[in-house]
C-alpha cells in the first residue's frame, strides 16, 4: 500500500515547519517536495509527488549520488553473476544474491521506520495546530 498526505495549503505550511525546527532538510514546492531526515548518518530521502492534484504520493529513496551507485552496483552484480555462471562458478552468484537480499530488506525496513517516523511528526504538527 502507498502512503499518501493530502496536498493543502495547511500541510505545505506543516511540511515548511518540519524544515525550519530541524528535523528535516530540503525543499517543498507544490508539484514535489524532498525531505532528508536531520540526523548523521543520512543517506536516505523522502519524496513527495503529486498525482492527480489531490495527494502526495511518498517515496523512499537513496541520496543522490548514493541512488546512482546502488544502480551500477546491482547492474554490475548481476553482469559478474551471469558471467560467472557461464564459467560454472557458483560460489560468486550465491554470495552476490545472499548479500542483495540483506541489502534489500535492510532499505525496505528502513522505508518503513523512516515514512512511519515521518508521518507521526506531521500527525504532531497537525494536532498541535488545532489546540
Known sequence: MRQTITKSDKNLKILNNLIVNGFYNGYVGTKK??????????????????????????????????????????????????ISLIKGNWILPIVVVIFGLIILIDFKLKEKKEIIFFTDKLLVFHNTEFE
Open 33 to 82: 517536495f524532498e525531505l532528508m531526515r536531520n540526523r548523521f548518518p543520512n543517506n536516505h530521502r523522502i519524496i513527495g509527488i503529486s498525482n492527480d492534484g489531490k495527494n502526495y504520493d511518498l517515496k523512499f529513496d537513496f541520496k543522490s549520488p548514493l541512488n546512482i551507485a546502488v544502480k551500477f552496483l546491482l547492474t554490475l552484480g548481476i553482469l559478474i553473476s551471469i
